[in-house]
């Protein structure tokens, strides 16, 4: 079984100042994890993602994760905010073998002038 | 390459009516995925296709529900009789074995009066 967590359901940050979104997992195996973004009346975005190679992945717009398999998290972060980071995100998580993604409820991030 | 397509982007209907919504893969993708997404539900799996197959259809919600793959290139989810309900965004999504990650259309915003 697999299942994602996200901890806020909303944040909020003034511009240029650092953003933190939460993500717990759930998995039974080695899992692949994914943050994607959805800008309003718009589809979803690949930022990143994670498949068992390097801890910490870096993607695009300035974001990065870091897997943490001690705490089963994978957390999003960018140094700086910008206005058009303001959207909503989705960690999502994946199995070996496992041809469907499990999606989390989403972080709505508004982005304050 | 133009992304996944999916069409049409608005669906307007009366409760009862049949309603097609269409999704063409990014060529050479081999897997093909239909979600629904709500405020209530956030982002749920209808089902997926490998190699024009139906592999998993356990989030179907019921028979009112069917979805073809004739194709390499085409699906359509197919709705009948359609409810207020069913009012949601569909998307469609597609990938390769080989990749995990899936990528998505624009979506369908369906709305059931």
Known sequence: A???TQLDSHVSVSEGTPVLL??????SYSPSLFWYVQHPNKGLQLLL????AATL??????FEAEFKKSETSFHLTKPSAHMSDAAEYFCVVTSPGRR????????R???QP | DAG???SPRHEVTEMGQEVTLRCKPISGHNSLFWYRQTMMRGLELLIYFNNNVPIDDSGMPEDRFSAKMPNASFSTLK???SEPRDSAVYFCASNTRDHNEQFFGPGTRLTVL
């Open chain 1, 109 to 111: 991030l508004q982005v």
């Open chain 1, 100 to 107: 469907a993604l499990t999606f989390g409820s989403g972080t």
């Open chain 1, 22 to 27: 939460r993500c717990n997992y759930s998995s």
């Open chain 1, 57 to 62: 992945v870096k993607g695009i717009n300035g």
């Open chain 1, 2 to 4: 697999q299942s994602v």
């Open chain 1, 49 to 52: 993602k994670y498949t068992s």
């Open chain 2, 79 to 81: 709705i009948q009789p």
């Open chain 2, 4 to 6: 996944v397509i999916q």
